[in-house]
């Protein structure tokens, strides 16, 4: 069941999907669930979903009619989106197959969920679950008690190689911002920490790309850019265009309320670029990888924020070493997900 690749979610599940066929497994049947057009919130849009999704769950009930053994792999939905899920796995378990759920949100990690407790119960205890990061395997463990048999993976395999590697930071002259430009994704606490550090470095330059999301974010950025001359906004930036941000930039402010794992993380890495970001979910595990984090509160992130940039102003050679440290991590931390997707895949598509 793979959404086409419009976040992080559908990105590796896309990614899953991509690595099964090329890993021959010729019979990958693919069900796609993405809201679509679907997803206005009328009465007619909600009536041709739900006629939608009946054809789906008929189609998955013959597929599995039609074949003995097969699993069943499925990325969990963090909402309401859950009640389709728990249709599809009473099919899967009705007929016997064996159920892989991958995990990429923590709405309900941080608090029991009524809808995921009974989905994790009729996927039973045979249904492996796929993290993140040992952090979130961790605590949906601790949290569900039926889950007992947990990998991990980090949406970083979905991240394109790096062709070339990049130059490593000497000195920091730049502070970006890269996320969909909202309250939730910090850019508040950017630009506080930005207009804190324009007035102790006043030769220090600040890149915001992204695409807004609402008119009060338009508004602080449009503000802040008319009151810090060495701001700029450059827009919604993908591709290409995303790595010659992260080229362009030496240190990313990542001060996001609600991520998971947080992709730009690992793509600034792989940049030589290093990251201050806030630690929600498993953001809060990757500390041993060279990632600088702070504290949640808001007011203490700014104010930590600054003081951590500061010293990486003051002793360039500490940050040059950083800069290095990172990239090295990331290679690592890239090689050991690599690894570890392929024995997922291997053991999806092998029939037993």
């Given at each position: 069941?793979?959404?086409?690749?419009?976040n992080?979610?559908?990105?590796?599940?896309?990614?899953?999907?991509?690595?099964?066929?090329?890993?021959?497994?010729?019979?990958?049947?693919?069900?796609?669930?993405?809201?679509?057009?679907?997803?206005?919130?009328?009465?007619?849009a909600?009536?041709?979903?739900?006629?939608r999704?009946?054809?789906?769950?008929?189609?998955?009930?013959?597929?599995?009619?039609?074949?003995?053994?097969?699993?069943?792999?499925?990325?969990?939905?963090?909402?309401?989106?859950?009640?389709?899920?728990?249709?599809?796995?009473?099919?899967?378990?009705?007929?016997?197959?064996?159920?892989?759920?991958h995990?990429h949100?923590?709405?309900?990690?941080?608090?029991?969920?009524?809808?995921?407790?009974?989905?994790?119960?009729?996927?039973?205890?045979?249904?492996?679950?796929?993290?993140?990061?040992?952090?979130?395997?961790?605590?949906?463990?601790?949290?569900?008690?039926?889950i007992?048999?947990?990998r991990?993976?980090?949406g970083?395999?979905?991240?394109?190689e790096?062709e070339?590697?990049?130059?490593?930071?000497?000195?920091?002259?730049?502070?970006?911002f890269?996320?969909?430009?909202?309250?939730?994704?910090g850019?508040?606490?950017f630009?506080d920490?930005?207009?804190?550090?324009?007035k102790?470095?006043?030769?220090l330059?600040f890149?915001?790309?992204?695409?807004?999301?609402?008119?009060?974010?338009?508004r602080?950025?449009?503000?802040?850019?008319?009151?810090?001359?060495?701001?700029?906004?450059?827009?919604?930036?993908?591709?290409?265009?995303k790595?010659g941000?992260?080229?362009?930039?030496?240190?990313?402010?990542?001060?996001?309320?609600?991520?998971?794992?947080?992709?730009?993380i690992?793509?600034?890495?792989?940049r030589?670029?290093?990251?201050i970001?806030?630690s929600?979910?498993?953001?809060?595990s990757?500390?041993?990888?060279?990632?600088?984090?702070t504290?949640?509160?808001?007011?203490?992130?700014?104010?930590?924020?600054?003081?951590?940039?500061?010293?990486?102003?003051?002793?360039?050679?500490?940050?040059?070493?950083?800069?290095?440290?990172?990239?090295?991590n990331?290679?690592?931390?890239?090689?050991?997900?690599d690894?570890?997707?392929?024995?997922?895949?291997?053991?999806?598509?092998?029939?037993?």
């Amino acid at each position: 069941m793979f959404p086409p690749p419009l976040n992080g979610m559908s990105a590796v599940t896309s990614m899953i999907h991509s690595l099964l066929v090329a890993y021959g497994s010729e019979n990958v049947e693919t069900i796609d669930c993405s809201p679509k057009v679907y997803r206005l919130r009328t009465p007619v849009a909600r009536a041709r979903k739900f006629i939608r999704i009946i054809g789906l769950l008929y189609k998955f009930h013959l597929w599995c009619i039609s074949r003995e053994g097969g699993k069943i792999y499925l990325s969990v939905s963090g909402r309401l989106g859950q009640i389709y899920d728990l249709l599809f796995v009473c099919i899967a378990r009705f007929h016997g197959k064996n159920v892989y759920l991958h995990h990429h949100g923590y709405l309900y990690i941080e608090r029991k969920n009524f809808l995921a407790s009974i989905l994790f119960k009729v996927a039973g205890k045979s249904a492996i679950h796929i993290a993140a990061c040992e952090k979130m395997a961790l605590e949906l463990a601790n949290m569900y008690s039926i889950i007992s048999n947990t990998r991990v993976i980090s949406g970083v395999i979905c991240l394109p190689e790096v062709e070339k590697v990049p130059s490593v930071r000497a000195k920091l002259r730049t502070v970006g911002f890269l996320s969909n430009i909202s309250a939730e994704k910090g850019i508040f606490e950017f630009i506080d920490s930005a207009i804190v550090l324009s007035k102790v470095f006043p030769e220090l330059n600040f890149i915001i790309a992204g695409q807004f999301q609402d008119a009060s974010s338009e508004r602080a950025v449009t503000n802040f850019i008319q009151q810090v001359k060495s701001a700029h906004y450059v827009g919604p930036v993908y591709g290409n265009d995303k790595t010659g941000m992260l080229d362009s930039i030496d240190c990313l402010l990542f001060p996001t309320h609600t991520e998971s794992e947080g992709l730009v993380i690992h793509e600034a890495h792989s940049r030589c670029v290093p990251v201050i970001a806030r630690s929600t979910g498993c953001i809060a595990s990757f500390n041993e990888k060279g990632l600088n984090l702070t504290a949640s509160d808001a007011t203490d992130f700014v104010e930590q924020a600054v003081a951590i940039i500061s010293k990486w102003i003051s002793v360039s050679e500490d940050f040059l070493k950083l800069s290095a440290k990172v990239y090295h991590n990331h290679l690592e931390f890239r090689k050991k997900n690599d690894k570890a997707v392929r024995e997922i895949v291997k053991e999806i598509a092998i029939e037993r």
